[in-house]
């Protein structure tokens, strides 16, 4: 049997949620906003690796890591 590796969750303001979805490789949760989509995945090999991507052309992937120093201003998105 597979390992469950992670698990994901998804709250709105409506109250509605979606908890313990496992997932052994990786889980992605698609937000759709009028046209746009903003998509958020998760993958859990080796290393933690995230990507985020808001639209057709915007998007960042890196690691767990490298998404914290982001995030702290420690590094700079290319």
């Known amino acids: 049997m597979s ?3 992670m698990t994901g969750e998804l709250r ?3 109250e509605c949620e979606t908890t313990g979805m496992p997932a052994e490789h990786w889980g992605e949760a698609v937000f759709k906003i009028a ?13 933690v690796i995230v990507a985020i991507m808001a639209g057709e052309d915007a998007m960042w992937k890196g690691t ?3 998404l914290k120093m982001l995030l702290k201003g ?3 998105a290319r």
């Open 3 to 5: 390992e469950i590796r």
């Open 12 to 14: 709105t303001d409506y």
């Open 35 to 47: 046209e746009e989509e903003l998509v958020v995945e998760v993958s859990v090999e080796k290393n």
């Open 64 to 66: 767990l890591e490298g």
């Open 74 to 76: 420690e590094i700079k």
